[in-house]
């Protein structure tokens, strides 16, 4: 897909890849460009007919020209015994925004591996949701690439397990020689629902220059107790109380998404996944 020069396109463009078999093996490919001054919403969307076993090897590349804007919502939806295992490439040029957002609430085993090289100037956000139950493994790794100076970047990762289920974030931030006056930010914040459940998280720093502002961090814990009580003060049941904490904690990253009927989507189904109610 190229998106001409100095156009907005008005439309999002809607990528649906639906699996219709079992044993099916798909290697889809998307090549975005977007020219100079150019804007676009691109929604990646994979889903499946039936809850059978399949393999799908995504892999798509993203190139933005100089003051380019990219609107990138990624969701993973598959069935339950599916294999995802994906590539996404993205080189973000001078003073050009990319935004993603990625939520993953199928597959029995999904990774998904996110690049972004970011050139003078440039600013991305890159923000993510794991939303996991059963005996799911999601493994989640990025690599934030300041290649040239004035960067400025932002990620915030969410993982909700709950019964045997495992979420992985590796997420490395690189600061390169000259690329001084760089603005980073790093989140990975984590809610385990079970005592079976697996959150492994590792965010990274590599700074090679010495003018930057660099922040990182992660959090990996249970439902708050207080909050729960002052809910329960409110009259919810303790059962509700932790519903409603647990989808809040996910709705989060799920507000970013810029299209309506896609959210509202997306809410409903980490409703019914999480057994909490409007």
């Known amino acids: 897909?190229?998106?001409?020069?100095?156009?907005a396109q008005a439309a999002p463009v809607h990528l649906l890849f639906v699996t219709t078999q079992a044993g099916a093996l798909s290697h889809p490919r998307c090549l975005v460009l977007a020219e100079a001054g150019s804007r676009v919403t691109l929604v990646e969307d994979y889903v499946a007919l039936q809850d059978a076993t399949y393999l799908i090897n995504p892999v798509t590349e993203v190139v933005l020209a100089e003051q380019a804007q990219l609107t990138?919502?990624?969701?993973?939806?598959?069935g339950l015994q599916a294999f995802h295992i994906a590539n996404c490439t993205v080189s973000v040029g001078r003073s050009a925004n990319y935004q993603?957002?990625?939520?993953?609430?199928?597959?029995q085993l999904s990774?998904?591996?996110?690049?972004v090289v970011l050139g003078e100037g440039a600013e991305c956000a890159v923000?993510?949701?794991a939303l996991l139950a059963g005996?799911?493994?999601?493994?989640?790794?990025?690599?934030i690439d300041h290649a040239q100076p004035h960067g400025t970047s932002r990620q915030l990762h969410k993982c909700i397990a709950d019964a045997s289920a495992r979420a992985v974030f590796n997420g490395k931030v690189v600061v390169r020689p000259g690329a001084q006056r760089t603005d980073s930010a790093q989140s990975s914040r984590n809610l385990l629902l079970s005592s079976r459940a697996q959150v492994d998280t590792q965010p990274q720093l590599e700074i090679f220059a010495d003018d930057v502002k660099c922040t990182h961090g992660a959090t990996i814990g249970q439902l708050d107790a207080e909050e729960v009580f002052y809910l329960q003060s409110r009259g919810l049941s303790d059962s509700v109380a932790r519903k409603l904490l647990t989808y809040a904690f996910g709705a989060e990253i799920?507000?970013?998404?810029?299209?309506p009927s896609l959210k509202h989507q997306l809410q409903q189904r980490m409703l019914a996944r999480t057994g909490s109610q409007p």
């Open 1 to 7: 897909m190229v998106v001409p020069r100095n156009v």
């Open 72 to 78: 990138h919502v990624r969701v993973q939806r598959d």
């Open 100 to 107: 993603s957002v990625s939520v993953a609430m199928g597959a």
């Open 111 to 115: 990774r998904y591996h996110l690049s």
């Open 127 to 129: 923000d993510g949701l």
């Open 135 to 143: 005996s799911q493994l999601a493994d989640t790794h990025s690599c």
């Open 254 to 259: 799920i507000e970013r998404i810029p299209m």
